[in-house]
């Protein structure tokens, strides 16, 4: 018989994790679950480009305090950074990045009806 026992402090999060060069699309066939170090407190989702025409497609654990573009090593000495960070279980899969565009798109149009 296992027990887990949880407590606020201590709790390991849970992110997905993927690579790729070509797109989200392949990033997301390769993508796995990892549990994240006590020290990644946060789950990242990153499209970069490089000065030379490069990209990049990365989901993986990141310290929260690092979800700054400045900070963030997958940035650096990049011509574009897009990314996102969150705090929830898995919150860096497809369905939930994909969700949160659908909403700003239609947090958007409702505003432009407005005007």
């Known amino acids: 018989m296992k027990f887990t026992i949880f407590s606020g402090h201590g709790q390991v999060l849970n992110c997905f994790r ?3 060069s070509v797109s989200w699309k392949e990033c997301a066939y390769q993508q796995y679950e990892t549990k994240c ?4 407190d946060a789950c990242i989702t990153v499209k ?3 000065r030379y025409g490069e990209t990049g497609f ?3 654990c990141v310290k929260k305090k690092t979800c700054k573009k400045a900070e963030l090593s997958q940035c650096q000495q990049t011509e574009q950074c897009d990314f ?8 860096n899969s497809v369905l939930n990045a994909q969700s949160s565009r659908i909403l700003f798109m239609l947090c958007m149009s409702s505003l432009l009806l407005l005007f």
């Open 37 to 40: 170090s006590q020290e990644n």
């Open 58 to 60: 990365v989901r993986d």
């Open 48 to 50: 970069f480009q490089g």
């Open 18 to 20: 993927c690579v790729s």
């Open 84 to 91: 996102e960070c969150c705090r929830g279980e898995l919150c």
